[in-house]
């Protein structure tokens, strides 16, 4: 049994709390949250045995083994660490940190304690994105030689919400735009080429954001994110021999079309219950059993190329975080 903790109390909290109850030998243990009373809440809710109000104090608590960190972007090098230097396993939300210095630190941490570290990039725990790749290894499509991927909401988000906010490592890119370029590193590794453009908007954080990967192999990668129109979240992966398309949306789906040159599409569906969040606690159990400090399915390098390369998209779109 593995005893979880989790580390904050918001939406996306609420969303693997719920999932946490799929996942087998799995038992939500204790909630830590700034306010004892909204950490109570949450603990009533989802029936978590202890809330504290302090992240110090989840941290501390012996009878936690895991503890998922599901702060703002701009919290998660504070909330992560305080769980490394106590000992504690963590999956720490997407991105890791604001930038590749303080994830790389993070990283440092976990490694020369020996404590387990994962970034909670759930789609690529996922069974169908997995299938896609095992697709593409067996030469389903011939050599990858696109990917196209895009994440837009509607909107519009009021001045003071999160998305808009640099302290909060606001915009588009962080929040949507990490999915497609996590794809696009998944199928075709670091580009050696990108370039990118934004529509800014008055806080000075990405609105509308394009970006191009470039691979020496010759292959692109076609990637947008936004919050100005809701996109239709699909990703296609393009070969010479064939095309696999991932509907909506891309991270989570549902199904994965195959077209294969000469033949009828296929078609492979998955068993969609909960949220999907599951996977990447379930991955995270299996390493913990297996005595690992980190996924191979989300391993640290992958985390901290992802990074650099949000790193160097911001650099290039002028985007800057306090």
Known sequence: ????????????????AEDLRLVPDAELVAVGSRSVESARRFADTYGAKRAHGSWVELAADPEVDAI??????????????????AGRAVLLEKPFTLDLATSTELVDTARAAGVFLMEAMWMRTNPLVLRAVELIGEGAIGTVSGVRADFGVAGPFPPDHRM???ALGGGALLDL?????????LLLGVPQHIR???????????????????????????LSCG?????????????????????????RPGSLTVYRDGAAPETITADTAGNGYQY?????QRCLAAGLTESPLVPHTTTLEVMALLDTVREQIGVRYE
């Open 68 to 85: 998922y960190v599901a702060t703002p972007h701009s919290a998660h090098y504070e909330a992560a660490m305080t769980c490394l230097t």
């Open 177 to 185: 735009g990490i999915y497609p370029i996590s794809l696009a590193h």
């Open 196 to 222: 990118s453009w934004a529509q800014i908007g008055p806080e000075g954080t990405d609105e509308n954001t394009g970006m191009l990967f470039g691979y020496d192999a010759g292959a692109l990668a076609t």
């Open 164 to 166: 808009r906010n640099p």
């Open 280 to 284: 990447e606690a379930i991955e995270v």
């Open 227 to 251: 919050m100005v129109g809701a996109t239709n979240l699909s990703a296609s992966i393009t070969g010479s021999a064939g095309r696999i398309d991932l509907p909506e949306p891309f991270f």
């Open 1 to 16: 049994m593995t005893r979880w903790g989790i580390l904050a109390t918001g939406h996306i909290a609420s969303r693997f």
